[in-house]
Each structure stands twice: as structure tokens, then as C-alpha cells.
């Protein structure tokens, strides 16, 4: 790109971050009418480098509309899933229940009160798994 552009890789580069510096963190989600909030949480992975190197994608979509209202790249451990649950908008972190599956990190960090450890057969999860399959099937590089 720098050199199509004509300019040097240092000036694109922090160019780059410049621009990346600006972009906002929290995700912008669409007012919620009064009721009650149910999410979903659920992760997939992907080689990094080489089979060695797992990365794995933790997602929060709001049941309702479908919205992915959390994310967090990371690896398979309790620190991981509390940067999920940290990227969710308050309004979820306070009163939304939370379906997932029975990982344990999930229980370590969402309140007891609001968590709902459920298994693939009662379908609680299904809009979640069927966006992590809709991913593996458009994104090559997430096939398992």
C-alpha cells in the first residue's frame, strides 16, 4: 500500500494507529424496550500460526435482536471470558440472563443469579451456535 501510495512505511504505519486510536471500544447497541434482556454467550476458535496456537473468539449476541452485543479475542480461560462480560454494554451486565454452555469460566464470572449453564439439546443456544456455524461456513479459516 505504501508503495502504490508513495509514501513511507513509517508515515502509513502510524497513520494506521492513528485512525485505529479514534475507533470507539464499546460496541453501539439499539435502545431496549422494558423487559426482560436474555443473551447468549458462546465461543469458537481458529488456528493462529500454526495447530499449535488456539485462539478463540468469545461472542454475546442479545437474543432478541440478534445483535452481537460482546466480543473478546482470547484464550480458553476465566480472564477470558471476564473480558467478554466486560465488553457487554451495562445494561446487559446488570440485568440480562445469560444462556451458555457448561464451560466452566462462565460460572466464575456471570453473577449465579443470572446464569443459565444449559447443554445443546434444550435449543436455549441455538441463534448463537447457528452464527458461529454461519462463521465457519463464510470464513474459511475458522473450519475446524
Given at each position: 500500500?505504501?508503495r502504490?501510495?508513495?509514501v513511507?512505511?513509517?508515515?502509513?504505519q502510524n497513520?494506521?494507529?492513528n485512525?485505529?486510536s479514534?475507533?470507539?471500544r464499546?460496541?453501539?447497541?439499539?435502545?431496549?424496550?422494558?423487559?426482560k434482556?436474555?443473551?447468549?454467550?458462546d465461543?469458537l476458535?481458529?488456528?493462529?500460526?500454526?495447530?499449535?496456537?488456539?485462539?478463540y473468539?468469545?461472542?454475546?449476541?442479545?437474543?432478541?435482536?440478534?445483535?452481537i452485543?460482546?466480543?473478546?479475542?482470547?484464550?480458553?480461560?476465566?480472564q477470558?471470558?471476564?473480558?467478554?462480560?466486560?465488553?457487554l454494554?451495562?445494561?446487559?451486565r446488570?440485568c440480562?440472563?445469560?444462556?451458555?454452555?457448561?464451560?466452566?469460566?462462565?460460572?466464575?464470572?456471570i453473577?449465579?443469579k443470572?446464569h443459565?449453564?444449559?447443554?445443546?439439546?434444550?435449543?436455549q443456544?441455538?441463534?448463537?451456535?447457528?452464527?458461529?456455524?454461519?462463521?465457519?461456513?463464510?470464513?474459511?479459516?475458522?473450519?475446524?
Amino acid at each position: 500500500m505504501a508503495r502504490v501510495t508513495g509514501v513511507s512505511w513509517s508515515w502509513l504505519q502510524n497513520y494506521v494507529n492513528n485512525k485505529f486510536s479514534q475507533v470507539p471500544r464499546q460496541v453501539k447497541v439499539t435502545d431496549k424496550p422494558k423487559g426482560k434482556l436474555i443473551i447468549e454467550c458462546d465461543e469458537l476458535w481458529s488456528f493462529v500460526f500454526c495447530q499449535k496456537i488456539k485462539v478463540y473468539i468469545w461472542l454475546a449476541i442479545d437474543r432478541t435482536t440478534r445483535e452481537i452485543i460482546g466480543c473478546y479475542l482470547g484464550d480458553k480461560s476465566r480472564q477470558s471470558a471476564k473480558k467478554l462480560w466486560d465488553s457487554l454494554p451495562g445494561v446487559y451486565r446488570q440485568c440480562a440472563v445469560a444462556y451458555t454452555d457448561f464451560w466452566e469460566s462462565y460460572k466464575t464470572v456471570i453473577p449465579s443469579k443470572r446464569h443459565r449453564p444449559v447443554g445443546q439439546e434444550t435449543g436455549q443456544t441455538n441463534p448463537i451456535e447457528r452464527l458461529n456455524n454461519t462463521f465457519r461456513q463464510r470464513i474459511s479459516r475458522l473450519v475446524r
